[in-house]
């Protein structure tokens, strides 16, 4: 028997609190700052750093997404996404698959446009519906679940500002802050697709309308914050050197 297995059957219930307490405190499921990425390229689509198993899926038809090494008020490598035309520009961030069947998230980044007569999505969805969605709009306008729902806050013209969505699974809500502000128009909101699937599997962000503007990305993360089902890789490996 190996001095790992006598002390997982030794203190089961030791290990299992520590396995579960950390690895929720801890767990990332997708993160990407571009800051190791090749200046004036696209974006690498599989993002160095833990998770593994993330994903960048981009969509260039109408228009280019290049890393920038700065751009305007934003200086840390950010991706910048440059509509040309009516084709398709996005990109969208894939959760690693371990991690989809979580109860909490927090969607993280930063972002800034450089007009105010603007039209850009930035969605989550489960593997089939939309959960909510940030909306800029024409005249400095955010949005929030719909056109009928404008924010207390909204965007200047190249100002960068930091936004944190979080998901609540089992009651089919998000909330979204902005600079640290917790907008009152976007708190506890119901699903936009009650039927959802009750995972969590991408932020999609795409740039529409009928101006070529160009919109500037860095620091993406997504954060899982409860999970019933402890599964961090790094976690576990971590535990297990102690043993060997
Ligand atoms: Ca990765
Ligand atoms: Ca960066």
Redesign the pocket.
């Known amino acids: 028997m190996s001095r790992l297995t006598r002390a997982l059957l030794g203190a089961p219930i030791c290990l299992f609190a520590f396995s579960a307490s950390h690895a929720i405190a801890q767990t990332i499921a997708f993160?990407a700052d571009f800051n190791l990425d090749t200046v004036g390229e696209e974006p690498n689509l599989?993002?160095?750093?833990?998770?593994?198993g993330?994903e960048i899926i981009i969509s260039t038809s109408g228009g280019i997404l290049t890393v920038m090494q700065s751009f305007g008020a934003m200086t840390d490598k950010p991706v910048v996404l440059d509509r040309r035309s009516s084709g398709s520009l996005s990109l969208q961030a894939i959760l690693d698959p371990d991690l989809r069947s979580c109860n909490t998230y927090l969607v993280r980044w930063t972002s800034m446009l450089t007009e105010a007569t603007n039209n850009v999505t930035i969605g989550v969805y489960s593997e089939t519906s939309l959960m909510g969605a940030m909306y800029y709009r024409e005249g400095g306008v955010l949005v929030y679940n719909g056109l009928q729902n404008p924010l207390e806050t909204g965007y200047a013209p190249n100002v960068p500002q930091t936004f944190e969505l979080s998901i609540d699974i089992p009651s089919k809500t998000t909330s979204l802050s902005i600079d640290g502000y917790a907008d009152p128009n976007s708190q506890n909101l119901p699903f936009v697709l009650l039927n959802s699937t009750e995972t969590f599997r991408r932020l999609y962000i795409t740039l529409g309308g009928f101006d070529y503007e160009e919109f500037a990305l860095d620091d993406i993360e997504i954060i899982v914050t409860g999970c019933n089902v402890p599964t961090n890789k790094t976690t576990w490996s971590s535990v297990k050197s102690r043993y060997e």
């Open positions: 993160q599989d993002p160095p750093g833990e998770p593994s993330d």
